[in-house]
């Protein structure tokens, strides 16, 4: 049974860093694709990274050049380092397979950047 565990989440102000991460059992990243997702109120929810066996990563415009997805196949956990952020960033941010499994949905962590 696959179990992904995020945490890392918090409130910081417009401007600072967040570092999330994605613990894993029943999966093995290095051996998936994997991505950070995240859900803001009353919005779908998004792709924000995604990263794969080879070190490939992807970013949407939105993230580019201030999110880096990376992994540690030793401790089968992924990390989301956050700069830079914005209001707009606040949201549920969940990891999951990519393209994501419906089952694979953890309960996420709330990350809010505000003054």
């Known amino acids: 049974q696959v179990q992904l565990v995020e945490s890392g989440g918090g409130l910081v102000q417009p401007g600072g860093s967040l570092r999330l991460s994605c613990a894993a059992s029943g999966i093995i990243f290095r051996t998936n694709k994997m991505g950070w997702y995240r859900q803001a109120p009353g919005k779908q929810r998004e792709l924000v990274a995604y990263?794969?066996?080879?070190?490939?990563?992807y970013y949407p415009d939105s993230v580019k050049g201030r999110f880096t997805i990376s992994g540690d196949n030793d401790k089968n956990t992924m990390y989301l380092q956050m700069n830079s952020l914005k209001p707009g960033d606040t949201a549920v941010y969940y990891c999951?397979?990519?393209?994501?499994?419906?089952?694979?949905w953890g309960q996420g962590t709330q990350v809010t950047v505000s003054s």
């Open positions: 990263i794969i066996g080879s070190g490939s990563t």
């Open positions: 999951n397979t990519f393209p994501p499994r419906n089952s694979y």
